[in-house]
Structure formats: structure tokens, C-alpha cells
């Protein structure tokens, strides 16, 4: 993923949520997929406390990140 020009940075983490991510970072933005609604998203409460907007973004998931990854390795390199 973070080889792709729109992408600035990557980060890996181990944790079921980004709660402590979101209070390491304090990005303005939390980003959830439409698999989540403004309601349910996990975190809310953490961007919440610390301000921080939460948008439901992106189509319908009916694919991973992992699909994708292994969609573009399968693409011939020039």
C-alpha cells in the first residue's frame, strides 16, 4: 500500500482497534469504511474525547485490502 503515489504513510498495528493509535497521532480525520456507520464505529467514543471527526468513507466492502494486493501482484511489471 505504501507504494502507491497517494498514499503518504502506512502504519502497522497489532490491536482489534486504533484507539491508541488516534491518541498517539490526533489526526483530524478517522476514516472508517461503509461496513461501519457514524453509530457503531468502534473508536467513536476515543475520537470523540479527543476531537477528532469521524467520516464514513469508500464504497461498499466487498473486497480487502489483502484482494487488492495480491490483484496487483498478479499484474505483469514492464
Same mark, same amino acid.
Do not use: C, Q, W
Given at each position: ?13 497489532? %490491536?482489534?482497534?486504533? %484507539?491508541?493509535?488516534? #491518541? %498517539?497521532? &490526533? ?15 468502534? %473508536? &467513536? ?6 476531537? !477528532? &471527526?469521524? #467520516? !464514513? ?11 487488492? !494486493? ?9
Amino acid at each position: 500500500m505504501g507504494a502507491l503515489r497517494a498514499v503518504d504513510y502506512v502504519v502497522v498495528f497489532s %490491536e482489534s482497534n486504533v %484507539e491508541a493509535l488516534l #491518541a %498517539e497521532l &490526533r489526526p483530524d480525520v478517522h476514516a472508517k469504511g461503509t461496513d461501519y456507520t457514524a453509530d457503531n464505529v468502534p %473508536e &467513536r467514543a476515543t475520537s470523540d474525547r479527543l476531537g !477528532i &471527526r469521524v #467520516a !464514513i468513507v469508500g464504497d461498499a466492502k466487498n473486497h480487502s485490502t489483502r484482494e487488492f !494486493i495480491d490483484s496487483v501482484r498478479k499484474v505483469p511489471h514492464a
